[in-house]
Each structure stands twice: as structure tokens, then as C-alpha cells.
T-cell receptor, first 116, second 115 residues
Framework: GAVVSQHPSWVICKSGTSVKIECRSLDFQATTMFWYRQFPKQSLMLMATSNEGSKATYEQGVEKDKFLINHASLTLSTLTVTSAHPEDSSFYIC????????????FGQGTRLTVV | DQQVKQNSPSLSVQEGRISILNCDYTNSMFDYFLWYKKYPAEGPTFLISISSIKDKNEDGRFTVFLNKSAKHLSLHIVPSQPGDSAVYFCAASGASGGSNYKLTFGKGTLLTVNP
């Protein structure tokens, strides 16, 4: 299957700092990328959808000024958690899809963010 | 409002037996369903999918059944192997919203296959 690489796989940061997470599609052009977060024993919750070259669409309840998403190219999307707080500690996962219809989304390996 | 429900948080089966993982959905706009397998601290990996025009899709040991009238799907793994032990997520997507593959996930079922 296609490969989606997410970096870093884990990060610890101090409260108030910003953290950038990268999501790259390595062998296909990702027209759409999705960002999810997962709390322990909970489902993956969609945060936002980003299409290359346009502004991300955020789900209800997700602060767009706090979770900045950039999808500048067909192979890279970034999620920046700004002014991180301990409650932002979570597992963040990206997924990417190409243009073909009815194909599965490919996921990155996820990023464990811990804010101390 | 949980649109995709996996009511069993865990399931334990013996190696060689069948594992049946269940998933229910409420949104009638969903028309494409996927199962993902996830190990701790890793991203989900795609397992198998089914379109709403079908009622069964098979891939090796994995078969997904879809009952549209009941808004229910299930994943059958036979024979189950210890390496199948993982969390299995059911996911659904629909044509509404204009965004392909905006997936709605269930909470997952932890499958443990005992040797």
C-alpha cells in the first residue's frame, strides 16, 4: 500500500510552546489530508480536512487558531499546535488520500504529544 | 452523537477459531465502510473495505459483511492468529459534505487471540 510518513513519532514540550507535526505522502500525490486526534480508549476524532493549496476545514469544536494546518504541496501537510497546554496531550494522526474514488485512506504512524 | 458504534470494547478468542467484530452505524448517508487495525502507538493500517453496493467482501482470512437494512457490518477473521491481536476500528464515509474519505470512526474493539 501507499506510504504516509508522520514526524515526529513522539514529542514532549513545555506548556506555552508550539509544536509542528509533519505528514508526508511518500509515493503518491495526496490531494486531501486529514488530521485526527485520539484520546485513550476513544475513537479517532477528525479535527480538520485539508486540500492542497486551500484553507483547512475544521470540525466543530476544533480551534483553528490553535491547531494551524498547512497543506502547501501535494505531498506535505503540517499541523502546528500553538501555545500547547497539558490538555492538548494526545495522539495525533494524519491520513491522506489521492484522487481516485473509493480507495482507502492511508495513515501516518501517529505522533504522541505530551505537554508538561 | 456516535454515528459509528462498536459496542464491544474487547473480544477474546482462541487461536484457530473465528473472530467476529461488529459495527453499527446510524447515518444512512454512509456508503463506504472500512476496517482498520491498530497497534499501540502506531497509526491505523487498512484491512478491508466494502462499498454499499455489496454485501460481502473477502480478502484472505478477512471477510466483511454489510447489512444495509440493519445498518450493521461485521468483520470475520478465520482462522484467528495471535498476530491478529490489536484494536480494530470500523470506519464509514459518505458522499455528503463533498469531502471524500472524511472517515467517522467507531471506538474500536480490542481483539486478543490466545495461543
Amino acid at each position: 500500500g501507499a506510504v504516509v510518513s508522520q514526524h515526529p513519532s513522539w514529542v514532549i514540550c513545555k506548556s506555552g510552546t508550539s509544536v509542528k507535526i509533519e505528514c508526508r505522502s511518500l509515493d503518491f500525490q495526496a490531494t486531501t489530508m486529514f488530521w485526527y486526534r485520539q484520546f485513550p480508549k476513544q475513537s479517532l476524532m477528525l479535527m480538520a480536512t485539508s486540500n492542497e493549496g486551500s484553507k483547512a476545514t475544521y470540525e466543530q469544536g476544533v480551534e483553528k487558531d490553535k491547531f494551524l494546518i498547512n497543506h502547501a504541496s501535494l505531498t506535505l501537510s503540517t499541523l502546528t499546535v500553538t501555545s500547547a497546554h497539558p490538555e492538548d496531550s494526545s495522539f495525533y494522526i494524519c491520513s491522506a488520500t489521492g484522487q481516485a474514488a473509493n480507495t482507502e485512506a492511508f495513515f501516518g504512524q501517529g505522533t504522541r504529544l505530551t505537554v508538561v | 452523537d456516535q454515528q459509528v458504534k462498536q459496542n464491544s470494547p474487547s473480544l477474546s478468542v482462541q487461536e484457530g477459531r473465528i473472530s467476529i467484530l461488529n459495527c453499527d452505524y446510524t447515518n444512512s448517508m454512509f456508503d463506504y465502510f472500512l476496517w482498520y487495525k491498530k497497534y499501540p502507538a502506531e497509526g491505523p493500517t487498512f484491512l478491508i473495505s466494502i462499498s454499499s453496493i455489496k454485501d460481502k467482501n473477502e480478502d484472505g482470512r478477512f471477510t466483511v459483511f454489510l447489512n444495509k437494512s440493519a445498518k450493521h457490518l461485521s468483520l470475520h477473521i478465520v482462522p484467528s492468529q495471535p498476530g491478529d491481536s490489536a484494536v480494530y476500528f470500523c470506519a464509514a464515509s459518505g458522499a455528503s459534505g463533498g469531502s471524500n474519505y472524511k472517515l467517522t470512526f467507531g471506538k474500536g474493539t480490542l481483539l486478543t487471540v490466545n495461543p
